[in-house]
T-cell receptor, first 117, second 114 residues
Framework: DGGITQSPKYLFRKEGQNVTLSCEQN?????MYWYRQDPGQGLRLIYY???????QKGDIAEGYSVSREKKESFPLTVTSAQKNPTAFYLC????????????????FGPGTRLTVL | SQQGEEDPQALSIQEGENATMNCSYK?????LQWYRQNSGRGLVHLIL?????REKHSGRLRVTLDTSKKSSSLLITASRAADTASYFC??????????????FGKGTKLTVNP
């Protein structure tokens, strides 16, 4: 049963705490992405990774960190430096690698809703 | 940096009617993609149209692309209540190191009334 999973579905954080959101895929995709979605808004790119052990900042990377130690996994840490972290976080993957000449179709996980208390 | 902009922001129609959503973008693209999002869920890919294509069909979906006007439209024919969702266009954008990434618009919220 192939796909992309995110956990937890809901996450509550106290101010000043770091939290890590999980994203796992078994689609054998090279590229993985993290997006943030605020109510009534589109998706904004936080970080993306085209290959293991490499990642690039997206449009809103401040206050976030990632790692890509395994092809299947791309966890996102929301640090205390992120001033307004309450949002819906979406992870995606695609088959495109750094050799792609155009963006490939992206497959999304179900999302994690993070609320800061 | 948001490239695609959907229009209208919200659309309410009756079941059986057609729904048309538009997307405009600013810079040259390799392809344009449409995605659907049910409330509180992840996005699902609907269709990809390349810059050298003008029209593409998939079931009840029809997508057109006009690169001279930098615009695309998504038509859903004979709509059903289950089509109620937000629809996003996404355009590809060259990022660091030559890698490609998608830039999403803010979406059109479609409501299909039974």
């Amino acid at each position: 049963d192939g796909g992309i999973t995110q956990s937890p579905k809901y996450l509550f954080r106290k101010e000043g705490q770091n939290v890590t959101l999980s994203c796992e895929q078994n689609l054998n995709h090279d590229a993985m992405y993290w997006y943030r979605q605020d109510p009534g808004q589109g998706l904004r790119l936080i970080y993306y990774s085209q290959i293991v052990n490499d990642f690039q900042k997206g449009d809103i990377a401040e206050g976030y960190s990632v790692s890509r130690e395994k092809k299947e996994s791309f966890p996102l840490t929301v640090t205390s430096a992120q001033k307004n972290p309450t949002a819906f976080y979406l992870c995606a993957s695609s088959g495109a690698s750094g050799r792609a000449v155009e963006a490939d179709t992206q497959y999304f996980g179900p999302g994690t809703r993070l609320t800061v208390l | 940096s948001q490239q695609g902009e959907e229009d209208p922001q919200a659309l309410s129609i009756q079941e059986g009617e057609n729904a048309t959503m538009n997307c405009s973008y600013k810079t040259s693209i390799n392809n344009l993609q449409w995605y659907r999002q049910n409330s509180g869920r992840g996005l699902v890919h609907l269709i990809l149209i390349r810059s050298n294509e003008r029209e593409k069909h998939s079931g009840r979906l029809r997508v057109t692309l006009d690169t001279s006007k930098k615009s695309s439209s998504l038509l859903i024919t004979a709509s059903r209540a289950a089509d109620t969702a937000s629809y996003f266009c996404a355009t590809d954008s060259r990022g660091q190191g030559g890698s490609e990434k998608l830039v999403f618009g803010k979406g059109t919220k479609l409501t299909v009334n039974p």
